[in-house]
């Protein structure tokens, strides 16, 4: 498992000023970054099926953070693209604020690799310390490195 963000992680894929602040908005925001990725075979059916996924049930886990995400036919592998809003987004139904979104896509044919990334994103989340850091991030490499480290922290051998 260890290394796991590693392979989908890419700084292009970050934003860390997202401007929209209505759900819907920026989900398409954060999104659109994975349009023209190589693995997303077609960006409009990955975006409907993601958008469908989200009004289907919540995608918040709070602490400010919300993963929509779709399993779907149309990526070929795992993709993943982040967004940040210092402001934050409203995710009306929730009844929540979001700062951090993590729009993540996997083949319909590898539960598995998706439900290890959120797993491991989630152990992360767990942490107020990277949180924080994740929120004070100064660029996306910077961003991306939070994110390598505290993962190497949870697959680290206890002292």
């Known amino acids: 498992m260890a290394g796991l963000l590693r392979n989908i992680l890419d700084p292009s894929r970050i934003a860390l000023a997202v401007q929209s602040t209505k759900r819907t908005a920026a989900l398409n925001e954060v999104a659109r970054q994975l349009d023209g990725h190589p693995l997303v075979l077609n960006y409009t059916g990955f975006y409907n099926e993601l958008l469908a996924r989200d009004r ?49 896509g996997t083949p319909k044919n590898n539960p598995m690799g998706y439900l290890q990334v959120v797993s491991v994103l989630c152990k992360i989340f767990k942490d107020p310390a990277n949180r924080e850091a994740l929120l004070s991030a100064a660029t996306p490499e910077h961003f991306i490195g939070v994110l390598l480290a505290a993962e190497v922290k949870l697959t680290a051998p206890a002292a």
């Open 56 to 104: 289907l049930d919540t995608t918040c886990l709070g602490n400010e953070i919300a993963l929509p995400h779709a399993r779907t036919e149309h990526v070929s592998d795992l993709v993943l693209a982040i967004g940040r809003s210092s402001t934050g987004v409203n995710f009306e139904k929730d009844q929540q604020l979001v700062r951090l979104l993590f729009v993540l």
